[in-house]
């Protein structure tokens, strides 16, 4: 009704403007309530789906939601301390779960590493390890993948093709098929999460690549420099600070990735966490996870500054 | 032309001496590169040694992983040829072989002839089950009944007339083919040819000398002939044990037990169209539907159903996390809440989530729910929340202020000036975050699910565990692939759309 008030008061072509933006505006109503509606469906029809297919009921174990604080909880704010380096405990009852020497690294008689720093000191030493290693190779490949350097679409083409496949391959099938050759140990762990960093950083640095300013390898290239040379003195120095930049920023994210691949069988802290809090060990549970809290926070601030003092705040955009 | 420009040796002095600081590498510069370069070589140094790397990779089994990888792809078929001390034979497959309950393939030729004798209570017809080569191929299902292999077991002591295998030939291909009669067992592969007799116990002889593929490690003892992918074989004094191995992935449509095993796509296709019902109950293409999702070996309902429990973990989770991540991050953004106070709390709240990682919050929650998709929706929940909210308010703080400030001087209502001056610029940034989230936790979502948290992850984990399911595994692998190379596509498309194409 107000419409039709509004439009005799108006002149004809202001009335077919009102008309037209009446119409649109109630189709883009129309198209917001039916894409919220299918949205919200979908929602409900995954939900009932996964409480369907769920061990347990979600209305049921609601009130469990909150027992991992429960799990936290040790019998004194000491067995942190005690649990973390590995202190005897005045609870020691026999049990496994309150005998912390067990495991302690002994360096001479009198000095031990504790089990948690020295796990999560392999756990680290896996992350930058593997980093370094895709570095490498990311760092070789990256060359032969961007547009501005490698004029030959199939070398081009056949280098990102690998990168995709070795960035999209899920990291527990490698650690998987590790495990089952090799023994126990960090090194499937490693072969997983560099063969995924080595993808990953590929893509990011051929990208850094092609947005290097050709001029220094012109230059060169008039003085009769070959590929490699061209390479090495006309893009690297240009693209080296980006380079470490995003090598830190994968170091932040290869320390997480460790942690989990530990989990499922790469040893590690990863290993010990899962273990202990599938037995229940309150103290331990929560060293090893203020452990990993703080290593993973130490790595985020110390990769931040040094990528900061590296490239200035554009650092911070090209995580994105 | 080069001649003129290029310069005389006293006009290159003459330069040099000019700029003679440009010349002279700088000597800490050029230390600082050496000390870079000899910590980067001493750390890798250490690490070999810290993880003894060269110890494991030397004692590693490089031998089986090649036949876990050709697994991927493929299949064995197992024939063992047993052989009694009077040169008969008799033939049987592993249980579950591919071949179905009555495996007679064309590649295996024998010779039979009717004997009648009396036989003993183990008698060379029976052959002694081995349990070593039991084969592990259904391993998914271990208690789908496929019935027992080709064997008759028969234990009388009597006289009988029975059917006995006099010659057997097997034909791996065209250059590869062994063949057994007379206690002679031949061998040819590659152009050589190797015989060994066998005496029907425990020796192997070779008659002429043993090729490069083949191996015996003392005299009488086993001969194990490789012959590359194509498989592989065993000869014991007693039985002939023959791997050959097919390029592909063996009844992934029915298995053994289906009705439809062993029928080409057109005999299928025209049963279903047009053939009388096998079970009268029910039409011939819900059969096959059924005999597909419920196939023993693959299991493609269950794996569907898990795959599909990976993607509403991330699509739930993310939703989750971004509605509860969009109130949260006006109360974080500096410019939209003055209070120092409320921002830094908020703030440090989402450092919290995201820090404790989404595998933390995935074992807590397994705990608390059970194994299955709910945990993995509140791990993904819990650490999006995080990290959504820190992008979130960071998009915010980075706002044009001249729309809020347009908006407050026409007398708007606090509510009014931020669903109207603030929104519309925000919208479409916390839009493209969540679909790039949505999309990046199908991927790693796989990776909680091997902790229990749901999903197609501990799948995939309890078939590698065995070391004998690869092709599950390709299989797996493939499909999540698929789905994620899907969801990448569909989210892409959408934010550029949403970003106008800035998305990337």
Same mark, same amino acid.
């Given at each position: 009704?107000?419409?039709?008030? @509004?439009?005799?008061?108006?002149?004809?072509?202001?009335?077919?403007?009102?008309?037209?933006?009446? #119409?649109?505006?109630?189709?883009?109503?129309?198209?917001?309530?039916?894409?919220?509606?299918?949205?919200?469906?979908?929602?409900?029809?995954? $939900?009932?789906?996964?409480?369907?297919?769920?061990?347990?009921?979600?209305?049921?174990?609601?009130?469990? %939601?909150?027992?991992?604080?429960?799990?936290?909880? !040790?019998?004194?704010?000491?067995?942190?301390?005690?649990?973390?380096?590995?202190?005897?405990? !005045?609870?020691?009852?026999?049990?496994?779960?309150?005998?912390?020497?067990?495991?302690? @690294?002994?360096?001479?008689?009198?000095?031990? +590493?504790?089990?948690?720093?020295?796990?999560?000191?392999?756990?680290?030493?896996?992350?930058?390890?593997?980093?370094?290693?895709?570095?490498?190779?990311?760092? +070789? $490949?990256?060359?032969?993948?961007?547009?501005?350097?490698?004029?030959?679409?199939?070398?081009?083409?056949?280098?990102?093709?690998?990168?995709?496949?070795?960035?999209?391959? !899920? #990291?527990?099938?490698?650690?998987? %098929?590790?495990?089952?050759?090799?023994?126990?140990?960090? +090194?499937?762990?490693?072969?997983?999460?560099?063969?995924?960093?080595?993808?990953?950083?590929?893509?990011? %640095?051929?990208?850094?690549?092609?947005?290097?300013?050709?001029?220094?390898?012109?230059?060169?290239?008039?003085?009769?420099?070959?590929?490699?040379?061209?390479?090495?003195?006309?893009?690297? !120095?240009?693209?080296?600070?980006?380079?470490?930049?995003? %090598?830190?920023?994968?170091? #932040?994210?290869?320390?997480?990735?460790?942690?989990?691949?530990?989990?499922?069988?790469?040893?590690?802290?990863?290993? @010990?966490?899962?273990?202990?809090?599938?037995?229940?060990?309150?103290?331990?549970? @929560?060293? +090893?996870?203020?452990?990993?809290?703080?290593?993973?926070?130490?790595?985020?601030?110390?990769?931040?500054?040094?990528?900061?003092?590296?490239?200035?705040?554009?650092?911070? #955009?090209?995580?994105? | 032309?080069?001649?003129?420009?290029? =310069?005389?040796?006293?006009?290159?002095?003459?330069?040099?001496?000019?700029?003679?600081?440009?010349?002279?590498?700088?000597?800490?510069?050029?230390?600082?590169?050496?000390?870079?370069?000899?910590?980067?070589?001493?750390?890798?140094?250490?690490?070999?040694?810290?993880?003894?790397?060269?110890?494991?990779?030397?004692?590693?089994?490089?031998?089986?992983?090649?036949?876990?990888?050709?697994?991927?792809?493929?299949?064995?078929?197992?024939?063992?040829?047993?052989?009694?001390?009077?040169?008969?034979?008799?033939?049987?497959?592993?249980?579950?072989?591919?071949?179905?309950?009555? =495996?007679?393939?064309?590649?295996?030729?024998?010779?039979?002839?009717?004997?009648?004798?009396?036989?003993?209570?183990?008698?060379?017809?029976? =052959?002694?089950?081995?349990?070593?080569?039991?084969?592990?191929?259904?391993?998914?299902?271990?208690?789908?009944?496929?019935?027992?292999?080709?064997?008759?077991?028969?234990?009388?002591?009597?006289?009988?007339?029975?059917?006995?295998?006099?010659?057997?030939?097997?034909?791996? *291909?065209?250059?590869?083919?062994?063949?057994?009669?007379?206690?002679?067992?031949?061998?040819?592969?590659?152009?050589?040819?190797?015989?060994?007799?066998?005496?029907?116990?425990?020796?192997?002889?070779?008659?002429?000398?043993? =090729?490069?593929?083949?191996?015996?490690?003392?005299?009488?003892?086993?001969?194990?002939?490789?012959?590359?992918?194509?498989?592989?074989?065993?000869?014991?004094?007693?039985?002939?044990?023959?791997?050959?191995?097919?390029?592909?992935?063996?009844?992934?449509?029915?298995?053994?037990?289906?009705?439809?095993?062993?029928?080409?796509?057109?005999?299928?296709?025209?049963?279903?169209?047009?053939?009388?019902?096998?079970?009268?109950?029910?039409?011939?293409?819900?059969?096959?539907?059924?005999?597909?999702?419920?196939?023993?070996?693959?299991?493609?309902?269950?794996?569907?159903?898990?795959?599909?429990?990976?993607?509403?973990?991330?699509?739930?989770?993310?939703?989750?996390?971004?509605?509860?991540?969009?109130?949260?991050?006006?109360?974080?953004?500096?410019?939209?809440?003055?209070?120092?106070?409320?921002?830094?709390?908020?703030?440090?709240?989402?450092?919290?989530?995201?820090?404790?990682?989404?595998?933390?919050?995935?074992?807590?929650?397994?705990?608390?729910?059970?194994?299955?998709?709910?945990?993995?929706?509140?791990?993904?929940?819990?650490?999006?929340?995080?990290?959504?909210?820190?992008?979130?308010?960071?998009?915010?703080?980075?706002? *044009?202020?001249?729309?809020?400030?347009?908006?407050?001087?026409?007398?708007?209502?606090?509510?009014?000036?931020?669903?109207?001056?603030?929104?519309?610029?925000?919208?479409?940034?916390?839009?493209?975050?969540?679909?790039?989230?949505?999309?990046?936790?199908?991927?790693?979502?796989?990776?909680?699910?091997?902790?229990?948290?749901?999903?197609?992850?501990?799948?995939?984990?309890?078939?590698?565990?065995?070391?004998?399911?690869?092709?599950?595994?390709?299989?797996?692998?493939?499909?999540?692939?698929?789905?994620?190379?899907?969801? *990448?596509?569909?989210?892409?498309?959408?934010?550029?759309?949403?970003?106008?194409?800035?998305?990337?």
């Amino acid at each position: 009704m107000a419409t039709s008030v @509004l439009s005799r008061q108006l002149s004809e072509n202001g009335a077919l403007i009102e008309r037209h933006w009446q #119409e649109l505006s109630s189709r883009r109503r129309l198209y917001t309530t039916l894409g919220l509606s299918i949205l919200a469906l979908t929602l409900f029809a995954s $939900l009932w789906f996964a409480n369907d297919s769920n061990a347990g009921k979600f209305v049921d174990r609601l009130p469990h %939601f909150f027992d991992f604080v429960g799990d936290l909880m !040790p019998r004194d704010a000491m067995e942190i301390g005690r649990a973390l380096l590995d202190l005897p405990s !005045p609870y020691d009852d026999g049990s496994f779960k309150y005998n912390y020497p067990e495991g302690r @690294l002994y360096l001479t008689d009198g000095v031990y +590493i504790p089990e948690y720093v020295h796990k999560m000191l392999e756990t680290v030493n896996i992350a930058i390890f593997s980093t370094v290693l895709g570095v490498f190779f990311g760092f +070789i $490949l990256c060359f032969l993948a961007a547009r501005n350097l490698m004029p030959n679409p199939w070398i081009r083409g056949g280098v990102r093709r690998l990168m995709e496949v070795l960035r999209a391959f !899920p #990291e527990v099938v490698i650690a998987g %098929f590790f495990l089952a050759i090799l023994s126990l140990g960090p +090194i499937p762990a490693i072969a997983a999460v560099s063969i995924h960093t080595i993808g990953a950083l590929g893509k990011l %640095f051929f990208e850094v690549v092609e947005n290097a300013d050709m001029k220094p390898e012109e230059g060169l290239r008039a003085v009769g420099a070959n590929w490699i040379e061209r390479v090495w003195f006309g893009i690297v !120095p240009q693209v080296m600070p980006n380079f470490v930049s995003y %090598f830190l920023l994968r170091l #932040e994210i290869n320390v997480r990735a460790s942690t989990i691949i530990g989990a499922v069988g790469g040893g590690g802290i990863g290993e @010990l966490l899962r273990l202990s809090i599938g037995q229940g060990h309150q103290a331990k549970t @929560l060293a +090893i996870v203020l452990l990993l809290f703080a290593t993973i926070f130490a790595v985020d601030q110390f990769s931040a500054w040094l990528r900061r003092r590296l490239v200035g705040d554009q650092a911070f #955009e090209l995580a994105q | 032309m080069t001649a003129s420009t290029k =310069p005389s040796v006293l006009e290159m002095e003459a330069i040099a001496a000019r700029h003679a600081h440009l010349l002279q590498s700088s000597s800490k510069k050029g230390l600082k590169q050496m000390l870079i370069g000899g910590g980067v070589v001493f750390y890798l140094v250490f690490s070999w040694w810290f993880f003894s790397i060269g110890h494991v990779l030397a004692n590693a089994n490089w031998g089986i992983a090649g036949t876990y990888l050709a697994d991927w792809v493929s299949y064995e078929v197992r024939p063992e040829i047993a052989i009694a001390p009077d040169g008969t034979m008799a033939v049987s497959y592993q249980r579950n072989s591919p071949l179905g309950k009555n =495996p007679n393939p064309q590649w295996v030729m024998l010779d039979k002839q009717e004997v009648t004798r009396t036989v003993e209570a183990r008698s060379a017809t029976t =052959p002694a089950q081995k349990p070593k080569a039991s084969s592990s191929f259904n391993f998914m299902a271990p208690n789908a009944a496929l019935g027992a292999g080709g064997t008759t077991e028969q234990a009388a002591t009597t006289t009988r007339t029975e059917q006995v295998v006099t010659r057997a030939v097997v034909t791996y *291909d065209r250059a590869t083919r062994i063949e057994i009669a007379n206690k002679l067992v031949t061998a040819t592969h590659a152009g050589e040819s190797l015989t060994m007799k066998v005496d029907g116990a425990d020796r192997v002889t070779a008659q002429t000398p043993l =090729p490069r593929w083949a191996t015996q490690k003392r005299p009488g003892e086993k001969v194990t002939l490789s012959f590359g992918f194509t498989g592989w074989a065993e000869i014991e004094g007693d039985e002939v044990s023959i791997r050959n191995r097919f390029f592909g992935w063996a009844n992934f449509l029915f298995d053994t037990n289906s009705p439809y095993f062993g029928k080409s796509y057109g005999e299928v296709a025209s049963l279903i169209l047009s053939g009388d019902r096998i079970e009268p109950t029910r039409s011939n293409l819900s059969l096959a539907w059924d005999n597909i999702l419920y196939n023993a070996e693959w299991q493609h309902l269950d794996v569907w159903t898990k795959m599909l429990q990976t993607v509403v973990m991330a699509f739930v989770g993310t939703l989750f996390a971004s509605f509860i991540a969009f109130p949260l991050c006006f109360l974080a953004a500096r410019n939209i809440t003055p209070s120092r106070v409320t921002n830094q709390l908020v703030k440090r709240f989402f450092d919290f989530l995201r820090s404790v990682d989404m595998f933390i919050w995935a074992l807590f929650f397994t705990r608390a729910f059970g194994p299955g998709p709910l945990a993995g929706i509140s791990a993904i929940f819990f650490t999006d929340t995080g990290t959504l909210g820190k992008l979130y308010s960071e998009a915010l703080e980075n706002i *044009d202020d001249k729309q809020r400030e347009g908006v407050k001087s026409v007398g708007a209502a606090p509510i009014a000036v931020q669903r109207f001056g603030v929104l519309p610029q925000v919208l479409p940034v916390f839009a493209s975050q969540a679909l790039y989230f949505w999309e990046s936790n199908t991927r790693s979502a796989t990776i909680i699910g091997a902790v229990g948290a749901g999903g197609i992850g501990l799948k995939l984990w309890e078939a590698m565990r065995t070391n004998s399911d690869w092709e599950n595994v390709a299989y797996m692998v493939l499909l999540i692939l698929m789905v994620v190379f899907v969801f *990448d596509s569909i989210s892409n498309a959408c934010r550029s759309r949403l970003m106008g194409g800035k998305a990337h």
